[in-house]
T-cell receptor, first 112, second 109 residues
Framework: DVKVTQSSRYLVKRTGEKVFLECVQD?????MFWYRQDPGLGLRLIYF???????EKGDIPEGYSVSREKKERFSLILESASTNQTSMYLC???????????FGPGTRLTVL | GIQVEQSPPDLILQEGANSTLRCNFS?????LQWFHQNPWGQLINLFY???GTKQNGRLSATTVATERYSLLYISSSQTTDSGVYFC???????????FGAGTILRVKS
C-alpha cells in the first residue's frame, strides 16, 4: 500500500513565524502535491512537483514556497505565517502518468 | 479556469437509504475522480472515471463526458459512509486536479 505521511497532525504557530510542513511518500512516486482545504472551497492546489528539484505553482502559491531535494520528500514553507493561512494542509503523491493521487492524513495549522 | 460544481452541498440520510451526488464541470476534461474524506480527514480515491460507468460494492459512478457531468450513487448507505465526497477533474495531462467544494454526507443510524 502507498503510504504518505505528514510531519504533524496539528500545529499552532504565531504570526510572522517561518513554518515547515513535511511530506514523505514511500512508493517512489514522481509527482507530489500540496493542497489547502477550507470549508466551502474544497481543495486548492498550492504547488506541485514532477521530479526532484522541480516545482510548479498551483492556483494559490502566494505566501508559500516548496522544496524537493529528494524524490520521497516534498516540503511546504510558509515564509512568514499569517492568520489567513490557518487551514488544513494536505499532501499527495502519484505516478507520472495520469493516475489516482494518494493523500496524507493532513496537517491542521492554526496561526495566531 | 475550469469550474467544478457539486450538489447537494449537504445531505442527511437514514441508514439504508440510497443517494445520488452530482458533479458538473464547465469544460472538457482528461480525467475525473471521486474521493471520500472520512471524519478524521483522510482522503481516499473511490473512482477514476473519465467516462462510462464503474461499480465498487455499494458505490457506483457514471461520467457523461459529452454533457460534462458525473454522478456518484451510494446504495444502502451505512454510517461509515459519512464524510465529505469530492469530485476532481484533470484538464490536461500531468495529473493536476481541480476539486469541487464537496458534498457533506451524514448517515444516521
Amino acid at each position: 500500500d502507498v503510504k504518505v505521511t505528514q510531519s504533524s497532525r496539528y500545529l499552532v504557530k504565531r504570526t510572522g513565524e517561518k513554518v515547515f510542513l513535511e511530506c514523505v511518500q514511500d512508493m517512489d512516486h514522481e509527482n507530489m502535491f500540496w493542497y489547502r482545504q477550507d470549508p466551502g472551497l474544497g481543495l486548492r492546489l498550492i504547488y506541485f512537483s514532477y521530479d526532484v528539484k522541480m516545482k510548479e505553482k498551483g492556483d494559490i502559491p502566494e505566501g508559500y514556497s516548496v522544496s524537493r531535494e529528494k524524490k520521497e520528500r516534498f516540503s511546504l514553507i510558509l515564509e512568514s505565517a499569517s492568520t489567513n493561512q490557518t487551514s488544513m494542509y494536505l499532501c499527495a503523491s502519484s505516478l507520472p502518468v495520469t493516475d489516482t493521487q494518494y493523500f496524507g492524513p493532513g496537517t491542521r495549522l492554526t496561526v495566531l | 479556469g475550469i469550474q467544478v460544481e457539486q450538489s447537494p452541498p449537504d445531505l442527511i440520510l437514514q441508514e439504508g437509504a440510497n443517494s445520488t451526488l452530482r458533479c458538473n464541470f464547465s469544460d472538457s476534461v482528461n480525467n475525473l475522480q471521486w474521493f471520500h474524506q472520512n471524519p478524521w480527514g483522510q482522503l481516499i480515491n473511490l473512482f477514476y472515471i473519465p467516462s462510462g460507468t464503474k461499480q465498487n460494492g455499494r458505490l457506483s459512478a457514471t461520467t457523461v463526458a459529452t454533457e460534462r457531468y458525473s454522478l456518484l450513487y451510494i446504495s444502502s448507505s451505512q454510517t461509515t459512509d459519512s464524510g465529505v465526497y469530492f469530485c476532481a477533474v484533470e484538464q490536461r495531462y500531468g495529473n493536476k486536479l481541480v476539486f469541487g467544494a464537496g458534498t457533506i454526507l451524514r448517515v444516521k443510524s
